[in-house]
Structure formats: structure tokens, C-alpha cells
């Protein structure tokens, strides 16, 4: 632990993990094996909930996180919940995590987002800078999310996302190629995709037509699962006649 470090009563904190100076690690959190926190990090203050009455939340991180200086992340808002991270996250200058938020593995928050309360990460997403979330919103597997954007619904998995207001670009296939998804895989969340949002059906005729053409595929049944849960809407594809590639539906952007 550095000088001028601030870590409360209540915390854990794993082996080799490594807390910078003027980092406040306080409240009901416990942290996992070497991570590393950077200067000035607030870890485990409480929500900003004005329900909040000062009942024992937690945060709970995993293994291995970069977590860059000046980070906020706070404790969940009601009694016994948690606000988690998992393993392997990169957390950039200034990204603020909110109340009850669940991130996944792998992820990256580019600096200076904004997770608002009760906001979902899942795996290997990408979240670019400056970026707010509003609360209760998903973002999914492998997806990415622009930088500047406003994320008002939530962002299917596999996806590009940008724009204002937002809109699915096509998929993230540059970051798909890095973990090592195959063509095969790629063409059928292509082609799951053309019928999503680009096939002229609404979301339950096109989840319909998913399940019953392409249902066994795993990926495809990830995406259509994905969907079916979501509370707060799909962001919609962009139109057709904006996209430069035309019936491509925008993978090239």
C-alpha cells in the first residue's frame, strides 16, 4: 500500500494487489489478487441514492483489475446487494461505476464514462470515452460502444454501436477476430444480424424467425436470449440508406 493510501476497517484486499497514493478504499468492499488501484481511486463509498440510509452493501472485485487513477466505484444501494467486478477488467482515468452495477471479465471502460445505477457489462465489451449509461441498461457480450455516445437502451452483444442517438453498426469484427471467433461464427451472428435490424420485422417477429432458423446456433441463441430480457428496449440498427455499405448493413463502419 503507498503512501497517503486511505484503506477502511471493513475492506479486503487480496494478495499482490497494489493500492496507489491517496487511493480511499472504504465501506463493506473486498478486492482480489493483483489488482492494481491508482492514484486517488474511491472504492466503496456509498451510493449516490438519495433512498440510501446507510445500510451494509458491498463491493465485490476480482482478480487481476486495473483500476487507473481517480476512479469512483460505490457500494450497492440497498441492504446485502453488490456492486461487482470480476477478473481481468481494465478500468480507465476517471470512469465512474455506480450503485449496483455488475461488470463482467475483460472488460474495458475508456475514460471518463459513466455508469449509471444498476448498469450491466458483460464480457470483453468495450465502452469508449466520455461515455454515459443510463441506469439499468446492458451492454452485451464482445460489444462495442462508442466513444461520446449516449446509451439510453441496451447494446446486443457482438455489436458496433455509435452515433447520435445510437445505432447498431454491424458487428465488432475487429474485436471478434481478436478473440478468436471464426468466419463461420462471424458469417451467422452476420446473418442473425441482418435479420434483427435490418430485415424490416419487429423485434419479436425477428427473434422468432431466429429461434426457429438459426436457434441451435449457440452464439445466435446468446443473442436472442439477450433480447428477450431486455427491460428497456433494443438501440435499433442504423437505416439502411445511411449506411456507405448498403446491403452490407454496416459491418464495414
Given amino acids: 500500500m503507498s503512501p497517503f493510501a486511505v484503506v477502511g476497517e471493513n475492506v479486503q484486499v487480496g494478495s499482490g494487489t497494489e493500492i496507489g497514493p491517496h487511493a480511499v478504499i472504504e465501506g463493506w468492499t473486498v478486492i482480489g489478487k493483483d489488482c492494481r488501484i491508482g492514484i486517488g481511486a474511491v472504492i466503496g463509498a456509498p451510493p ?9 452493501t458491498l463491493v465485490v472485485i476480482g482478480d487481476r483489475n486495473t483500476i487507473r487513477e481517480y476512479v469512483t466505484i460505490h457500494r450497492a444501494a440497498e441492504a446485502d446487494h453488490v456492486t461487482r467486478l470480476g477478473n481481468d477488467n481494465f478500468i480507465m482515468a476517471y470512469a465512474h461505476v455506480a450503485h449496483d452495477c455488475v461488470i463482467g471479465d475483460g472488460v474495458t471502460i475508456v475514460n471518463s464514462v459513466g455508469l449509471s445505477g444498476h448498469v450491466e457489462v458483460e464480457d470483453f465489451a468495450v465502452i469508449g470515452g466520455i461515455t454515459p449509461v443510463h441506469q439499468f441498461v446492458r451492454i452485451g457480450a464482445y460489444a462495442m460502444v462508442g ?16 452515433g447520435e ?7 465488432n469484427r475487429v474485436g471478434l477476430r481478436r478473440r478468436g471467433f471464426s468466419r463461420d461464427r462471424m458469417k451467422a451472428l452476420k446473418d442473425a444480424f441482418r435479420v434483427l435490424f435490418w430485415s424490416g420485422l419487429n423485434t419479436s417477429d425477428a427473434v422468432a424467425r431466429l429461434k426457429a432458423d438459426m436457434g441451435t446456433n449457440p452464439d445466435v441463441a446468446r443473442l436472442v436470449k439477450f433480447v428477450e430480457l431486455s427491460r428497456r428496449g433494443v438501440t435499433p440498427g442504423v437505416r439502411l440508406e445511411e449506411v456507405r455499405s448498403g446491403e452490407e448493413g454496416g459491418e464495414e463502419a
Fill in 147 to 162: 466513444g461520446a455516445c449516449r446509451v439510453r437502451m441496451d447494446v446486443v452483444p457482438f455489436a458496433m454501436a455509435t
Fill in 48 to 56: 449516490q441514492d438519495t433512498r440510501y440510509a446507510g445500510a451494509k
Fill in 165 to 171: 442517438p445510437m445505432r447498431i453498426f454491424g458487428l
